[in-house]
Every structure is written in C-alpha cells, then in structure tokens.
C-alpha cells in the first residue's frame, strides 16, 4: 500500500514557508529558532538538495528531531542505516553534521544529529 500524504503538498508547502517566514522576522525569529531548524540535505536517489523546517531539541553537540507523522514524509529516509551528511542552522549559523534515523517499536521516528566541531 502507498503511503498518502494527510495534507495537499501544496498546502505543506505554504505552511512551511510561512514557518520559514516567522523564523527570520525580526519579532519572532528569536523565539521560534529556539524550537525550530531549517535541515538541509542531499535526495539519496535524486541527488538533489532540499531544505525543509523542524523541531528540534539539543544537547550540546547533539540535535534531536522528531519525526511528526513519518509516515507521510519521505525525508528522513536519506538518515536509515549508517546515516548521512546534514546541514542545521543553529544560533544564526550553518552547522554540518551526521544524521542517523531510527524507528523505535511503537513507529516513532527520530532522527539524531551529531554535530562537526
């Protein structure tokens, strides 16, 4: 069976970039980047670069994103396994590091992110 998306890709798309909007108005930005990330990443099959708005929490050198609903969203998908390259923005700057997705017992999905120095 095909996995369906709950929500029109279009209207995904809208709310992303208003999310995208709000992170870098002068007003909320602060507030909202303290919560939430812009993840840049390489399509495995597709080779093409995409970016794409999170939640996420940190411990020092340690991101955590978890994945809402994983089953409509196909991104974390690059993370299986051994894991990839990925691109955070964090505290105003663009930070590089190693994703590792995993899926626990229950279906939750996370992905962990350990940063470059």
């Given at each position: 069976?095909?996995?369906?998306?709950?929500?029109?890709?279009?209207?995904?798309?809208?709310?992303?970039?208003c999310?995208?909007?709000?992170?870098?108005?002068?007003?909320?930005?602060?507030?909202?980047s303290?919560?939430?990330t812009?993840?840049?990443y390489?399509?495995?099959?597709?080779?093409?670069?995409?970016?794409?708005?999170?939640?996420?929490?940190?411990?020092?050198?340690?991101?955590?994103?978890?994945?809402?609903?994983?089953?409509?969203?196909?991104?974390?998908?690059?993370?299986?396994?051994?894991?990839?390259?990925?691109?955070?923005?964090?505290?105003?700057?663009?930070?590089?590091?190693?994703?590792?997705?995993?899926?626990?017992?229950?279906?939750?999905?996370?992905?962990?992110?350990?940063?470059?120095?």
């Open positions: 069976m095909r996995n369906r998306m709950p929500f029109p890709r279009r209207a995904v798309g809208r709310f992303n970039s999310v995208l909007t709000l992170r870098s108005s002068p007003r909320w930005g602060r507030l909202i303290r919560r939430l812009v993840v840049t390489t399509g495995r099959r597709s080779g093409r670069t995409f970016s794409t708005p999170v939640a996420f929490r940190r411990a020092g050198d340690t991101v955590t994103i978890g994945v809402q609903l994983p089953d409509a969203k196909t991104w974390w998908r690059n993370f299986l396994g051994e894991g990839g390259p990925i691109s955070l923005q964090l505290d105003g700057i663009d930070r590089t590091g190693h994703a590792v997705a995993r899926r626990d017992e229950a279906g939750r999905v996370s992905v962990t992110v350990r940063l470059e120095q």
